[in-house]
């Protein structure tokens, strides 16, 4: 069974819109940890955030900010004021005791445009 | 501190022919993974190392794919012989132990097109 749902394949905005990309991840584990990586058209993965299960805080830093909600199970990743250069797939990923050396779960990912 | 590097970054092979492909993690880490995105569908775990020893291959598609660690240091992972459906990225990530804090350094993948 699939543990981490992003829903949105392809979003198209234009620059300096704000952009909502949705994470949905399913765990049996109460430890557990999320993580949010970029992978620009240079195609290398870059981490951007991890989020341990225990710290329910959102997390803000520059143009992004994450919002994880346990009650929902959601890790949703905000980007604002979009720039063409956050052009990219995004992947959400979950990490958990099931996983041997906590091995990622990834999403399908979110293809992200960012039009001039 | 170098990142972790991948060997070669793009690789054309036919079908039926054998392929490798080279990781070399973070120094240190003892914690390496090989992770493949075939087109259009999520990134997969294929196997994970933690020095020399295999801890889990559960991902690894058959027997037409090997992975080893020799000395811990870096990784290969060999395609023999290679399929269509192998085409893809293969992703390789490392990190320190202890388990559980677990931030993942990925390389830069190698992109693997069998025609």
């Known amino acids: 069974a699939q543990k981490v749902t992003q829903a949105q394949t392809e979003i198209s905005v234009v620059e300096k819109e704000d952009v909502t990309l949705d994470c949905v991840y399913e765990?049996?584990?109460?430890?557990?940890?999320l993580f949010w990586y970029k992978q620009p058209p240079s195609g290398e993965l870059v981490f951007l955030i991890r989020?341990?299960?225990?710290?329910?805080q959102n997390e803000i830093s520059g143009r992004y900010s994450w919002n994880f909600q346990k009650s929902t199970s959601s890790f949703n990743f905000t980007i604002t004021a979009s720039q063409v250069v956050d052009s990219a797939v995004y992947f959400c990923?979950?990490?958990?005791?099931?996983?041997?050396?906590?091995?990622?779960?990834f999403g399908k990912g979110t293809s992200l445009l960012v039009t001039p | 501190e170098a990142g972790v590097t991948q060997f070669p970054s793009h690789s054309v092979i036919e079908k039926g022919q054998t392929v490798t492909l080279r990781c070399d993690p973070i120094?240190?880490?003892?914690?390496l993974y090989w992770y493949r995105r075939v087109m259009g569908k999520e990134i997969k775990f294929l196997l994970h190392?933690?020095?020399?020893?295999?801890?889990?291959e559960s991902g690894m598609p058959n027997n037409r794919f090997l992975a080893e660690r020799t000395g811990g240091t870096y990784s290969t992972l060999k395609v023999q012989p290679a399929e269509l459906e192998d085409s893809g990225v293969y992703f390789c990530?490392?990190?320190?132990?202890?388990?559980?804090?677990?931030?993942?350094?990925f390389g830069p993948g190698t992109r693997l097109t069998v025609t």
């Open positions: 765990t049996r584990d109460t430890t557990y940890y």
């Open positions: 989020r341990n299960s225990f710290d329910e």
């Open positions: 190392f933690v020095k020399e020893s295999k801890q889990d």
């Open positions: 990530a490392s990190s320190h132990f202890p388990e559980g804090v677990n931030e993942q350094y």
């Open positions: 120094s240190g880490h003892d914690n």
């Open positions: 990923a979950l990490s958990d005791y099931s996983n041997s050396g906590y091995a990622l779960n």
